[in-house]
């Protein structure tokens, strides 16, 4: 497992801000990402930030661009994000790359939010304020010409399905989703994984295996 730590391009400003007035809530100010199939580029947070912005009239969300994460191998890449609550919720907007370089085609994409990273992460509650601008959804999901259909599962899972992610192929920025970030927590995680496309020896496999279970059962009916 690969773990590096950076601090965000808004992380001076977080500082410069705290020596004159209260920091504000849910902050992201620096970030770590862990995976042992994969790489994160860089995180940066465009600043100044707009704080407990969600769903407020006027105020846009702060913009998080993950540029960009490179799979070589079939499995999560995990971000936590350590942030300053002090009484709301902001919303983030989240613009990424993601590069394909596994030998294998992704035929679907899942995002989650939780807390902890690797074998301790854990999802996060549907309705404890970390989700993916739940209730009301009422933010654009955009996932490029990949993956056209997608789905919010509990305001916590996003499942981004109905195309192919060709091996070798990437986009910077590729998805764009918004997050709401509460008050009350101190750090969560952004944990992302692909789905690949079985090869097909795999299938001849699962063939074989489908077969032998007929043959089993019309022998013991």
Do not use: C
């Not at 773990?3 to 209260?22: D, I, N, P």
């Not at 990424?96 to 074998?119: C, H, K, P, R, W």
């Amino acid at each position: 497992m690969t773990t590096k730590r950076y601090l965000t391009a808004g992380f001076a400003a977080v500082l410069a801000f705290s020596s004159v007035g209260t920091l504000e809530a849910g902050e992201i100010i620096s970030y770590t990402w862990s995976s042992g199939i994969g790489s994160v580029a860089a995180v940066t947070i465009v600043s100044p930030p707009n704080p407990i912005n969600d769903d407020v009239a006027g105020l846009s969300p702060n913009t998080l661009i993950v540029d960009q994460k490179d799979y070589i191998g079939i499995g999560p890449i995990d971000i936590e994000f350590t942030v300053v609550p002090t009484g709301g919720t902001t919303e983030y907007v989240i613009v990424e790359g993601v590069s394909n370089g596994t030998g294998l085609d992704f035929s679907q994409y899942q995002i989650q939010l939780g807390f902890g990273m690797g074998a301790g992460f854990v999802l996060s509650t549907p309705g404890d304020g970390l989700d993916f601008d739940a209730p009301d959804f009422n933010s654009p999901v955009s996932f490029a010409a990949f993956f056209p259909s997608f789905t919010n599962i509990g305001g916590n899972e996003i499942l981004a399905t109905g195309g192919i992610f060709p091996n070798g192929a990437f986009t910077t920025p590729f998805f764009n989703f918004h997050i709401d970030v509460p008050d009350g927590i101190s750090t969560f995680t952004l944990r992302q994984f692909p789905t690949a496309v079985p090869e097909p020896a795999s299938l001849a496999l699962l063939g074989l295996a489908g077969l032998s279970m007929i043959r089993r059962s019309r022998l013991h009916s």
